[in-house]
């Protein structure tokens, strides 16, 4: 069993910066892939990024640049830093963990999930 804990949500003005975290709780915790997802009231979870055990990392692609996973096992967190933020960023941001390096962007292939920390950006 894997508890996933988010923080670092907040409001935040178009350009600007957050670092999203995610705790994670739990003896196999570090192995786990964990993901970033973010979601928009009335639309799907949408795939951010995820990063393997290892420090393999993986973005969509209008993530790429501005974005960046990252992970420190010794803590079991993972981060999310956000630069350049625009207001279409807006949503609440999701972490995730899965047992395996494959179909990354599947909600359903997740096993794990945090509650979710809201990230708004203003214009």
């Known amino acids: 069993q894997v508890q996933l804990v988010e923080s670092g949500g907040g409001l935040v003005q178009a350009g600007g910066s957050l670092r999203l975290s995610c705790a994670a709780s739990g003896r196999t915790a570090s192995s786990y892939v964990m993901g970033w997802f973010r979601q928009i009231p009335g639309k799907e979870r949408e795939f951010v990024a995820a990063?393997?055990?290892?420090?393999?990392?993986y973005y969509t692609d209008s993530m790429k640049g501005r974005f960046t996973i990252s992970r420190d096992n010794a803590k079991n967190t993972v981060y999310l830093q956000m630069n350049s933020l625009k207001p279409e960023d807006t949503a609440v941001y999701y972490c995730?963990?899965?047992?395996?390096?494959?179909?990354?962007?599947?909600?359903?292939?997740?096993?794990?999930w945090g509650q979710g920390t809201q990230v708004t950006v203003s214009s």
């Open positions: 990063i393997s055990w290892n420090g393999i990392t």
């Open positions: 995730a963990a899965k047992r395996n390096w494959s179909r990354l962007y599947h909600t359903e292939e997740y096993d794990y």
